[in-house]
T-cell receptor, first 112, second 112 residues
């Protein structure tokens, strides 16, 4: 079946460090890919998305590129801030589907 | 505009009891989805409703049921609660169900 695998956390970085959170997927077909962020005590917020191969999603300094050849959608940010501390979820949705399939989440802790 | 609103925010129930969770979608959105997020894991799809019809169901027992009302709000019911039902229950709304999903802050259910 379709699934998403994320690198396990927590990821601990100093402020202004470079961030990479790995995400790979397994899917029968060509899904749309998403990154969601969850701040403590809150629901999920869509961070960025990509709907086809080689698309790059970007928002708030975060980027991710849809790589069909490696079935990956790694999240990157050039300089993290303390306020980026949260749990990040990679997810996919198949065409004509109606449900998001999430990875297990990666906790990011940014220290001043 | 108001986002997705869920009620209650927290509740505690005893094993064997029944619970009803409520969700109001963003104005104009016709689809509501429910997800269960167990602590430390990614959200798992439970149901999606579109135009008051069930469009999909995840791998959850029949103790879980839901419905959508003419104003597109939704209720999730869980009968015969088990300790394992303790989780954050997230509601997401979207215009048609296969477009961008907006999540509420969730209902934290604790079963004791």
């Amino acid at each position: 079946g379709n699934s998403v695998t994320q690198m396990e956390g927590p990821v601990t970085l100093s402020e202004e460090a470079f961030l990479t959170i790995n995400c790979t997927y397994t899917a029968t077909g060509y899904p749309s890919l998403f990154w969601y962020v969850q701040y403590p005590g809150e629901g999920l917020q869509l961070l960025l998305k990509a709907t086809k191969a080689d698309d790059k999603g970007s928002n708030k300094g975060f980027e991710a590129t849809y790589r069909k050849e490696t079935t990956s959608f790694h999240l990157e940010k050039g300089s993290v801030q303390v306020s980026d501390s949260a749990v990040y979820f990679c997810a996919l949705m198949m065409d004509s589907s109606y449900k998001l399939i999430f990875g297990g989440g990666t906790r990011l802790l940014v220290r001043p | 505009d108001a986002g997705v609103t869920q009620s209650p925010t927290h509740l505690i129930k005893t094993r064997g009891q029944q619970v009803t969770l409520r969700c109001s979608p963003i104005s104009g959105h016709k689809s509501v989805s429910w997800y269960q997020q167990v602590l430390g894991q990614g959200p798992q799809f439970i149901f999606q409703y579109y135009e008051k019809e069930e469009r999909g169901r995840g791998n959850f027992p029949d103790r879980f049921s839901a419905r959508q009302f003419p104003n597109y709000s939704s209720e999730l019911n869980v009968n015969a609660l088990l300790l394992g039902d303790s989780a954050l229950y997230l509601c997401a709304s979207s215009f048609q169900g296969d477009t961008e999903a907006f999540f509420g802050q969730g209902t934290r259910l604790t079963v004791v």
